[in-house]
């Protein structure tokens, strides 16, 4: 089982619309989060980090925690075609330096 | 500032040649990172360090080698490349030091995109 597991997708959905994506990960221990973009052929960026359970919520972004269950998810209110692109979850694995990223979910919005 | 600056940006190699990715950040930053990115696969952690003086094995180190030269410089080494080895590398770094529990964020370089024939 990977450490940090997400839909590849690709996710589509209508401009305007909420795009929401998912993300699990395995090590109870992990205490940092995060959702990274990734426009074709470029590098990956920041876009939201969360550290504890519940929502965080930053202009359209909106990240949600449950260490419960283990689970992170990113949500994109009024998707715009600009917010096409891979997004990478990634987890601090437990005391480790180690940030350890999933498969990423390609998403399309359709104007 | 430059950031995270990595060279080469392009490679190709014959299967069995040696190189080294340059790695330097100027925005002294505690934590390096060296990622390899494949089509479908997401960023796989290849060896990071901690802190100055440390590095640690990540989720696919076999075939390569690391040295931290200094706070700035994180070098990796491919001793002996093979076809397994073609893809796009990421050098990355963050500000806290990597056992700090809120790890902060990384910043990448522009990647380096090698070929192994």
């Known amino acids: 089982q990977k450490e940090v597991e997400q839909n590849s997708g690709p996710l589509s959905v209508p401009e305007g619309a909420i795009a929401s994506l998912n993300c699990t990960y395995s090590?109870?221990?992990?205490?940092?989060f995060f959702w990274y973009r990734q426009y074709s052929g470029k590098s990956p960026e920041l876009i939201m980090f969360?550290?504890?359970?519940g929502d965080k919520e930053d202009g359209r972004f909106t990240a949600q925690l449950n260490k419960a269950s283990q689970y992170v998810s990113l949500l994109i209110r009024d998707s715009q075609p600009s917010d096409s692109a891979t997004y990478l979850c990634?987890?601090?694995?437990?005391?480790?330096?180690?940030?350890?990223f999933g498969q990423g979910t390609t998403l399309q919005v359709k104007p | 500032n430059a950031g995270v600056t990595q060279t080469p940006k392009f490679q190709v190699l014959k299967t069995g040649q040696s190189m080294t990715l340059q790695c330097a950040q100027d925005?002294?930053?505690?934590?390096m990172y060296w990622y390899r990115q494949d089509p479908g696969m997401g960023l796989r952690l290849i060896y990071y360090s901690a802190s100055e003086g440390t590095t640690d094995k990540g989720e696919v180190p076999n075939g390569y080698n690391v040295s931290r030269l200094n706070k700035r410089e994180f070098s990796l080494r491919l001793e002996s490349a093979a076809p397994s080895q073609t893809s796009v590398y990421f050098c990355?770094?963050?500000?806290?030091?990597?056992?700090?529990?809120?790890?902060?964020?990384?910043?990448f370089g522009e990647g380096s995109r090698l070929t192994v024939l």
């Open positions: 990634a987890v601090k694995a437990g005391n480790t330096g180690k940030l350890i």
């Open positions: 969360i550290y504890s359970n």
């Open positions: 090590d109870r221990g992990s205490q940092s």
């Open positions: 925005m002294n930053h505690n934590s």
């Open positions: 990355a770094s963050s500000e806290r030091s990597g056992i700090h529990p809120y790890t902060g964020e990384l910043f």
